[in-house]
């Protein structure tokens, strides 16, 4: 059973940083690649983050970009998410995302999904 459990998330003051990590279990982790995605109340889900293979291959939403950085651990099945400078914009709940092929940009692009983690930056 695959399971991929996101830790984390919390309230933050703009301009303030946080680290999430996204630990998964009943897959063979080096063969997918992982993303972040985030949802804010009323929005939908979008693209934040991925990380294919190694870290090498990184692909980041114009939005976080020079502020946020995915990274991944294949040794201990995690990847993590910095945050820094946060915004009030950045408020959401962020979900990782497991997949093996697609578009890694895009929700169709992932097979599994953790249960998410709120993140609130106050102004």
């Known amino acids: 059973q695959v399971q991929l459990v996101e830790s984390g998330g919390g309230l933050v003051q703009a301009g303030g940083s946080l680290r999430l990590s996204c630990a998964a279990s009943?897959?063979?982790?080096?063969?997918?690649?992982m993303g972040w995605f985030r949802q804010a109340p009323g929005k939908e889900r979008e693209f934040v983050a991925a990380?294919?293979?190694?870290?090498?291959?990184?692909y980041y939403a114009d939005s976080v970009k020079g502020r946020f950085t995915i990274s991944r651990d294949n040794a201990k099945n995690t990847v993590y998410l910095q945050m820094n400078s946060l915004k009030p914009e950045d408020t959401a709940v962020y979900y990782c995302?497991?997949?093996?092929?697609?578009?890694?940009?895009?929700?169709?692009?992932?097979?599994?999904w953790g249960q998410g983690t709120q993140v609130t930056v106050s102004s």
């Open positions: 009943g897959v063979t982790f080096s063969r997918y690649h």
């Open positions: 995302a497991a997949g093996r092929q697609g578009v890694v940009t895009s929700s169709p692009g992932y097979d599994y």
């Open positions: 990380v294919i293979w190694t870290v090498l291959n990184t």
